[in-house]
């Protein structure tokens, strides 16, 4: 392990890389499958691409993009005056991240728990400018599962290691009394649960053959299981940290040294996005659908776009999603301490002595977010408090 001299904490050389196993391979899916480890090595370390005018974004197919998508498909980035391509879809988390390090795309909407790992663990030149969105995530259960203890001695689907549907799933099971495995055959007698990680796009095909118990993911696949009779909505993620980011929006550092401006706008482009969504879902779901840029069914976007459940606490009832830009200092410095305690099936080293409050001040840049929340009419017209502070309300 050697130091990086940009003070980004710990970072593995490749060698180190290699012997660490599967951490960052966090999904299978389409496009030739997952990147092993060592592609995503190779793509960290690779010579960096010729930038061009016209800026490109990856996405995977969940509505934890929408902003993005939302800003390319309803015209918020051409009022800007930035040229953006369509946007480029990937089938999992793992090609999304080595197109990312090789800069094949520009920006993109990524797990946070896997931002944080690009950082310290391949020392990428990450920083996160805005969140994409809060909640949006659930955990879909097989039709016969009526109780989470019910999972005990099956296999359940993650999207990813380093994914707020991991962390939260695990707080679910345990406060259940079960406990999370990985590459350990489950018990039902010793209550143990055994994650899996799986493409988006592969959970609900496995979920109707049995394949496996249950999933946990971002919409529209939990709407899509539950339209299609193979599964039923267990509970938002949101009900067990309320108010949490998934999907945050990253750049290259570079980027933001050589092209303020431009990350400016990108950034009042996803925000005006985000306004626009949250004044009318509907009309937001009829984009992501009309234009293609959600492959599911457009009752399912719907759903998961303009959808809302019952508060548990008792008030108004909440949105299944809900779209706020700005990065909270606590929210990443919880998160941290969060993976601290999250089982995953790889390197974990890059956590000790990692402090809670660096990776917010190292990963975060805010600058462009804060000036376009003013831009946008202050806090409050996006539903945040005037402090841009909040104490974080993890439920069991």
């Known amino acids: 392990m050697k130091n990086d001299p940009g003070a980004r904490g710990p970072v593995l050389d490749r060698r180190s890389l290699l012997r ?24 960290a370390t690779a010579p960096r691409g010729v930038a061009t005018e016209e800026l490109r974004i990856g996405y995977l197919p969940i509505t934890d993009a929408a902003p993005l998508l939302v800003a390319h498909g309803d015209g918020y980035f051409e009022q800007q005056k930035l040229i953006v391509g369509r946007p480029v879809l990937f089938r999992s988390w793992s090609s999304l991240m080595e197109a990312f390090l090789t800069k094949q795309v520009d920006l993109i ?102 394949s496996i118990s249950a999933f946990t993911v971002a919409d529209p696949f939990n709407a899509g299981a539950v339209a299609r009779g193979v599964g039923s909505l267990h509970m938002l993620l949101d009900e067990v940290w309320r108010d949490h980011a998934c999907c945050v929006t990253v ?35 009829a984009i992501l659908s009309g234009k293609g840029y959600l492959p599911q069914p457009p009752p399912a976007v719907e759903v998961a776009m303009a ?51 660096r990776v917010h001040r190292e990963l975060v840049d805010d600058r462009f977010v804060r000036a376009s929340i003013e831009r946008h009419g202050g806090p409050a017209a996006l539903g945040l408090p005037t402090s841009l502070t909040r104490h974080e309300r993890l439920l069991s």
């Open 20 to 43: 660490t196993g599967g951490a960052l391979a966090v999904g299978a899916g389409a496009l030739g499958g997952a990147a092993t480890l060592g592609n995503l090595v190779s793509a």
């Open 251 to 285: 750049v290259h550092e570079d980027l933001i040294d050589k092209r303020p401006d431009t990350v400016q706008a990108l950034v009042d482009s996803a925000v005006a996005a985000q306004l626009g969504i949250r004044a009318d879902r509907s009309a937001a779901a």
């Open 307 to 357: 959808g809302t459940v019952a508060d548990p606490a008792g008030g108004p009832d909440r949105p299944r999603i809900d779209f706020h830009p700005y990065p909270f200092p606590s929210f990443t410095e919880e998160l941290v301490r969060q993976m601290r305690q999250t089982v995953v099936d790889g390197e974990t080293r890059f956590l000790d002595g990692l402090d809670p409050a």
């Open 109 to 210: 909407h990524l797990l946070m728990p896997s931002a944080v790992q690009l950082r310290y663990v391949l020392g990428a030149d990450v920083k996160m400018v805005s969140w994409n969105h809060t909640g949006g995530g659930a955990i879909t259960v097989a039709p016969h599962i009526n109780d989470v203890s019910e999972l005990a001695g099956t296999q359940v689907a993650i999207p990813g290691w380093w994914s707020i549907h991991n962390m939260l799933l695990q707080r679910v099971l345990r406060a259940n009394g079960l406990t999370p495995v990985a590459r350990t055959a489950p018990s039902r007698g010793d209550g143990t649960v055994e994650l899996v990680v799986m493409g988006p796009a592969d959970m609900i095909p496995a979920l109707a053959t049995g």
